[in-house]
């Protein structure tokens, strides 16, 4: 991406390794976000877009209980940018104490999943017929999952129709059912262009000597 690290204090002569390059990027992100992250207006249109998505499932009597389980995830610097109040201590010490207990069960408990029990939201190769992707699963909205017997009339699919979410295939193609190539993804008004820079940038990239630092790549 061509991103200039001229701001670190060791962009003049290397960084010896991968973890001095990240820690110098941790320190300057934090004084970044002192400065730049502040509370604005449209944070919180922003914010509140997202949740929306984020608690598409949830009804609307534990809308507000939600909201504010999120507001501890975001932590205070982020929650006070998106210009959101400050959760109850009962929300805070829960929500914390559920993620630590959490973290360990996972640490000292959890077992590495078998193959067949991995969860798998995209595939790992393309469709042979079509030449695109399909997501395979879906949180919110089904971008790019094809409407099969299944997704439309399974046990899952009655479930997301009973609550009122959107299943593959509705709506006619907004979703993009035929699923997606990387030239198309992101915005839709930049869809299918500067392919050409991209695959220049590629080429690029490929050729450069790293060396033994995967981050070197200027």
């Known amino acids: 991406m061509?991103?200039?690290?001229?701001?670190?204090?060791?962009?003049?002569t290397g960084?010896?390794?991968?973890l001095q390059w990240l820690n110098e990027i941790k320190s300057w992100s934090k004084t970044f976000e002192q400065l730049?992250?502040?509370?604005?207006?449209?944070n919180k249109q922003l914010a509140d877009s997202h949740i929306n998505i984020l608690c598409i499932n949830v009804p609307t009597s534990f809308l507000e209980p939600c909201k504010k389980v999120v507001s501890v995830i975001l932590g205070e610097r982020l929650r006070k940018a998106m210009m959101y109040p400050a959760p109850p201590s009962a929300y805070v010490l829960l929500v914390n104490g559920l993620l630590?207990?959490?973290k360990l069960g996972l640490r000292y408990l959890a077992l590495p999943r078998p193959e067949l029990r991995r969860k798998q939201y995209i595939p790992y190769s393309l469709d042979p017929k079509t030449g695109r992707y399909n997501s395979i699963e879906y949180l919110s909205f089904p971008w790019y999952v094809k409407p099969t017997w299944s997704s439309r009339w399974g046990a899952k699919a009655w479930r997301t129709r009973l609550v009122g979410r959107k299943l593959p295939g509705d709506d006619g193609n907004k979703y993009a059912p035929e699923g997606w190539s990387f030239t198309e993804l992101g915005l839709y008004a930049?869809?299918?262009?500067r392919i050409k820079e991209m695959h220049n940038d590629q080429i690029r990239i490929n050729r450069q000597d790293?060396?033994?630092?995967?981050f070197r790549l200027a």
């Open 210 to 214: 790293r060396g033994n630092c995967p």
């Open 15 to 18: 960084w010896c390794d991968g």
């Open 36 to 42: 730049r992250m502040v509370p604005a207006v449209t």
């Open 190 to 193: 930049l869809k299918n262009k």
């Open 2 to 12: 061509e991103i200039s690290y001229d701001k670190l204090p060791s962009a003049g």
């Open 100 to 102: 630590d207990a959490r």
